[in-house]
């Protein structure tokens, strides 16, 4: 595997239900991100960790729950979530050599994410 | 706070033609940086393009450039030579140095006519 890779690709879930979305990264990179991308609106920055502390939560409602084991892989579990909730989940991750310094991020494929 | 707009929801272009897709953002931060990232249908997201502010130089990649004017907080596209493989969400991005915040546009998609 090379780059960032993300599993599922899709889910459906009840709004019961509890899941986990994953994502790895091959680069060897040291900051990692969670986004959610809906329709005809901004990538929203969901949460950030560097070195695997966090260091963004975007506020984002306790039903997403991150998780970042170690700088390679990063966690996001689910749990009674909304119809709203449905989009496109995004992980991305840079190499944050030390400093932000307009790091180019390296985007996975993706989840789609749909809550019935 | 800091805001990046696309005004362009969606753009046409004819293969070979040349195309130009609009960015304007705002910020009171004199060091930042900007992106042009693409993402194909069902593909993952990939830069094409990022300027650093302090350079008035435009960046330039093969037949995609910039035209940044700071001034007027503006960052477009140019495409030329449009190829079919062009069409995609084009997404346009901005970072303030020292911090781990990218904003992002609504993007524009493009679509290549043969």
């Known amino acids: 595997e090379t780059g960032v890779t993300q599993t599922p690709r899709h889910l459906v879930m009840g709004m019961t239900n509890k899941k986990s979305l994953k994502c790895e990264q091959h680069?060897?990179?040291?900051?990692m991100y969670w986004y959610k991308q809906s329709a005809k609106k901004p990538l929203e920055l969901m949460f950030v960790?560097?070195?695997?502390?966090?260091?963004e939560n975007n506020s984002v409602p306790s039903r997403f729950s991150p998780e970042c084991p170690n700088s390679s892989h990063l966690f996001l579990h689910l749990h009674t979530l909304q119809p709203e909730d449905s989009a496109l989940y995004l992980c991305a991750s840079s190499p944050l050599a030390g400093a932000y310094i307009g790091d180019e991020q390296f985007f996975g494929p993706g989840t789609r994410l749909t809550v019935l | 706070a800091q805001t990046v707009t696309q005004s362009q929801p969606e753009m046409s272009v004819q293969e070979a033609e040349t195309v130009t897709l609009s960015c304007t953002y705002d910020t009171s931060e004199s060091d930042y940086y900007l992106f042009w990232y693409k993402q194909p249908p069902s593909r993952q997201m990939i830069l094409v393009i990022r300027q650093e502010a302090y350079k008035q130089q435009n960046a330039t990649e093969n037949r995609f450039s910039v035209n940044f004017q700071k001034a007027a907080k503006s960052f477009s596209l140019k495409i030329s030579d449009s190829q079919l493989g062009d069409a995609a969400m084009y997404f346009c991005?901005?970072?303030?140095?020292?911090?781990?915040?990218?904003?992002f546009g609504t993007g524009t998609r493009l679509k290549v006519l043969a």
């Open positions: 680069l060897g990179h040291n900051a």
């Open positions: 960790y560097n070195f695997k502390e966090q260091t």
């Open positions: 991005a901005y970072t303030a140095s020292g911090t781990y915040k990218y904003i």
